[in-house]
């Protein structure tokens, strides 16, 4: 059974930084390594949007609002994918989900709150 489990999630302040982990079981190497790896997130009354990816050569992509901010990274030795998030602010307050192909994982929480 392939299964995506988040964690790192949490309560911090603006400004402060979370680093999300992503962790895939279930995956043989020869699906992992070569998809593309992505986070999502929804927060409350949105629609979900894709926060970033990154391809089999490590190509990233960013929405706007938090390029300069955000990192993505993968560790196919691991079969997991990272978020490190800096500069936290209100907005990014959201259900943070990690996506491969059509399998996501149950979602982290994070809350950016004084």
């Known amino acids: 059974q392939v299964r995506l489990v988040e964690s790192g999630g949490g309560l911090v302040q603006p400004g402060g930084s979370l680093r999300l982990s992503c962790k895939a079981s279930g995956f043989i190497s020869s699906v992992f390594n070569p998809s593309t790896l992505a986070w999502y997130r929804q927060a409350p009354g949105k629609q979900r949007e894709m926060v970033a990816s990154?391809?089999?050569?490590?190509?990233?992509n960013y929405v706007e609002v938090v390029k300069g901010r955000f990192t993505i990274s993968r560790d196919n030795a691991k079969k997991a994918v990272y978020l490190q998030m800096n500069s936290l602010k209100a907005e990014d307050t959201a259900v943070y989900y990690c996506?491969?192909?059509?399998?996501w994982g149950q979602g982290t929480q994070v809350t950016v709150s004084s």
């Open positions: 996506n491969l192909e059509n399998t």
């Open positions: 990154i391809t089999r050569l490590r190509e990233t």
